[in-house]
């Protein structure tokens, strides 16, 4: 989270990754199973939490609005909700850490508020755009000031009222659709939202869950107005699958590294996350699914990977929200394929913990791969040579640092190319890793990744 130390890795290379993982708890899951149990009345149990800085962020700035959340072990919390009226003004600002999920859903239940509230967050946070929540928003009704060009920190006034509204997202985003959606619990009227294409629906199943009345489909949400109390959210236990992104890192690894059988277990699969393993299937990648079953009503199921020849591919469009952040890992299975894979229609990557378009092109480019960027995606050349040499080659004479930007998903699809590669190199800035997957550099090791602190 903002202000921690600088950490880096040595990666590369690495051995074929073998044997059983379990990666940690779903980011997006574990945010709002906190900020729904927080707004329910009753208590709730969340099982499978994200121990990640994001999602701990969050429960941190619900603490501080005065609910009482429990750690009885790590991965669950029980949360005392305060019900939808019941959070209290914090005297200090809110800090989301380096999480976009966190402020802009915080957003929308703070606009709803009887009192102000100020959003802050780390250097990367402060630079991400959030007038696509404040817009709609101020439509509501909500009173939200930003910092200049729309970005944090957000001054929210409390004590307005919001009206719900019929609203068309210009972008595909999953967040700003909880946002309106989270605000709408406190509006006058139904909220009504439209998505250009389907994003993760775990709002709307969660909002079902705990009782709240709402009607969706893929790419339509709508929410009734919960005003003069006409609704209310009961408490519920929350199961948290794993998540699928964490998992796409070594689905790409043991596709790419020669010799890989490897098996993740119980992984979420919800269709709105599972984009990259249609795009990898395309690629020519040999994953299984086994034990399919459901999981606090989100599907699971355990994915066996073993190491295939990729070729590149055309990346559909139609795919791209639902694998939205798994282009970092996207591009290194498309270096080690044989021939060009391309990118396009994912702009929505320059907006991301950092521009992840022009972040990876430099990353592969330090390698020795071709990348041609342009606006909304990238080309780039797969190397392709087969088992028996490197896909990446670094010359040992002139040391590599490929830096994160503190992106944690930068950092970790960069040690993934580290085990191709014909020798070490450095991975700067890598702490931001804990905000969503901590404990994956003893995770990847445990399967043969070469990786060490710098
Ligand atoms: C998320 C939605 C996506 C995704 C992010 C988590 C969510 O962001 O990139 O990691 O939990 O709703 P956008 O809504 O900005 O696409």
């Not at 967050?121 to 000031?145: E, H």
């Not at 990648?285 to 591919?313: F, H, M, Q, Y």
């Not at 970092?328 to 929505?348: D, H, K």
């Not at 390698?367 to 050349?381: C, F, M, P, Q, S």
Request: net charge negative; hydrophobic share 45%.
């Amino acid at each position: 989270m903002s202000g921690g130390a600088r950490k880096d890795w040595i990666v590369g290379p690495g051995r074929p990754l073998t044997g059983r993982l379990r990666v940690p708890g779903d980011k997006s899951v574990s945010h709002r199973a906190i900020m729904l149990a927080s707004l329910a009345e009753g208590v709730s149990r969340i099982d499978g939490f994200l121990e990640g800085e994001d999602t701990r962020a969050t429960a941190a700035v619900f603490q501080r609005l005065g609910v009482k959340i429990e750690a009885p072990s790590p991965q669950s919390r029980i949360v005392h909700g305060v019900g939808l009226h019941g959070l209290r003004a914090s005297a200090e600002a809110l800090d989301c850490g380096n999480a976009g999920t966190g402020m802009r859903l915080l957003a929308g239940v703070l606009a709803g508020q009887a009192f102000d509230s100020t959003l802050v967050g780390d250097a990367s946070l402060s630079k991400r755009p959030m007038r696509r929540v404040i817009d709609p928003l101020s439509t509501m009704g909500a009173a939200i000031d930003s910092g200049d060009g729309g970005l944090p920190p957000l001054r929210i006034r409390g004590g307005r009222a919001l009206r719900g509204i019929d609203y068309t997202l210009p972008v595909a985003s999953a967040q700003v659709k909880s946002a309106l959606l989270l605000a709408g619990l406190y509006a006058e009227g139904d909220t009504i939202v439209r998505e250009p294409h389907p994003t993760r629906d775990y709002t709307e199943r969660m909002l079902t869950a705990f009782g709240w009345p709402i009607e969706f489909e893929p790419g339509v949400a709508r929410v009734r107005g919960g005003a003069g109390n006409a609704h209310a959210l009961r408490a519920t236990d929350v199961h948290v699958p794993a998540d699928f992104s964490s998992a796409a890192f070594f689905l790409v690894a043991a596709s790419v590294i020669p010799g890989s059988d490897l098996v993740l277990e119980a992984v979420g699969m919800n269709p709105r996350r599972t984009g990259l393993l249609e795009a990898l299937r395309m690629m020519g990648a040999d994953i299984e699914e086994t034990n399919a079953t459901k999981a606090g009503g989100e599907a699971v199921a355990d994915l066996r990977v073993r190491a295939a020849p990729l070729r590149g591919i055309a990346v559909p469009e139609a795919i791209v929200p639902d694998m939205i952040d798994e282009f970092p890992a996207l591009f290194v299975a498309a270096a080690c394929a044989e021939g060009e894979t391309r990118i396009a229609g994912a702009a929505e990557l320059r907006v991301k913990e950092s521009d992840r378009l022009a972040a990876m092109s430099a990353a592969l480019r330090a390698l020795g791969v071709r990348v041609d960027e342009v606006a909304d995606g990238a080309t780039i050349h797969g190397r392709g040579q087969g088992d028996a040499v490197p896909a990446f080659v670094v010359d040992p004479a002139t040391p590599v640092v490929i830096d994160s930007l503190g992106d944690h998903r930068i950092a970790m699809a960069s040690a993934i190319a580290g085990q191709r590669c014909s020798g070490s190199f450095a991975i700067g800035d890598i702490a931001n890793v804990a905000t969503s997957f901590p404990g994956f550099d003893d995770l990847a090791r445990s399967a043969g990744f070469t990786l060490r602190d710098g």
